[in-house]
């Protein structure tokens, strides 16, 4: 069974950082690309960034050059930093197994930014 | 980017009546090897999304064949042949085609 578990969220200042965490199971992690979507209080999905098996990643241009995907393969875990955080970054932050078509979605984790 | 219009943004449904969601692209979804990347997701009320449909009409393990997927090219559809009182939520299409990955803006689906 696929388990993806967010974790990191948290309150914090604008302009702020924070890093997320999402620990994977269940599937073979180091050749699936990985995503994050958000979803703002009350609001639809967005898309914020992926992250190919074999390293490319891609971003939405809202958090380009502030936020960044990573994945630690020996740990089946993958990262968000984000830096210069906005009041509009506030979401529940979810991680999601595949890019193009993808599946499971974590439980997710909340990021309040707000001073 | 490429926009998802998805119609109508509520739905409000007699239990056991179909339903039926629209979801539009602003591009043809069509990739060069044939592929069409549309995914429906179902967020039920505090859940997280799950997906439903993939490539238009591939219908997920566990998912009530009620459910079924229809379209090509720009146009899309998602329909509930029998409606639940379990169906209630906000249902999304999603592309995967183009870079950025985008979302229409979620159906409401509620019972009358």
């Known amino acids: 069974e696929v388990q993806l578990l967010e974790s990191g969220g948290g309150l914090v200042q604008p302009g702020g950082s924070l890093r997320l965490s999402c620990a994977a199971s269940?599937?073979?992690?180091?050749?699936?690309?990985m995503t994050w979507a958000r979803q703002a209080p009350g609001k639809g999905l967005e898309w914020v960034s992926s992250?190919?098996?074999?390293?490319?990643?891609y971003y939405a241009d809202s958090v380009k050059g502030r936020f960044t995907i990573s994945r630690d393969n020996s740990k089946n875990m993958m990262f968000l930093q984000m830096n210069s955080l906005k009041t509009e970054d506030t979401a529940i932050y979810y991680c999601?197994?595949?890019?193009?078509?993808?599946?499971?979605w974590g439980q997710g984790t909340l990021v309040t930014v707000s001073s | 980017d490429v926009v998802m219009t998805q119609s109508p943004l509520s739905l409000p449904v007699t239990l056991g009546q179909p339903a039926s969601i629209s979801c539009t692209s602003s591009?043809?979804?069509?990739?060069?090897?044939?592929?069409?990347?549309l995914t429906w997701f179902q967020q039920r009320p505090g859940q997280s999304p799950r997906r439903l449909i993939y490539?238009?009409?591939n219908r997920d393990s566990g998912v009530p064949d009620r459910f079924s997927g229809s379209g090509s090219g720009t146009d899309f559809t998602l329909r509930i042949s029998r409606v639940e009182a379990e169906d209630v939520g906000v249902y999304y299409c999603?592309?995967?085609?183009?870079?950025?990955?985008?979302f229409g803006q979620g159906t409401k689906l509620e019972i009358k």
């Open positions: 490539k238009v009409s």
């Open positions: 999601v197994k595949g890019m193009t078509i993808p599946d499971s």
């Open positions: 591009q043809s979804l069509v990739t060069s090897d044939g592929n069409t990347y």
């Open positions: 992250l190919r098996g074999s390293g490319d990643t």
């Open positions: 999603m592309q995967g085609t183009y870079w950025p990955r985008t």
């Open positions: 269940g599937f073979t992690f180091n050749k699936q690309a």
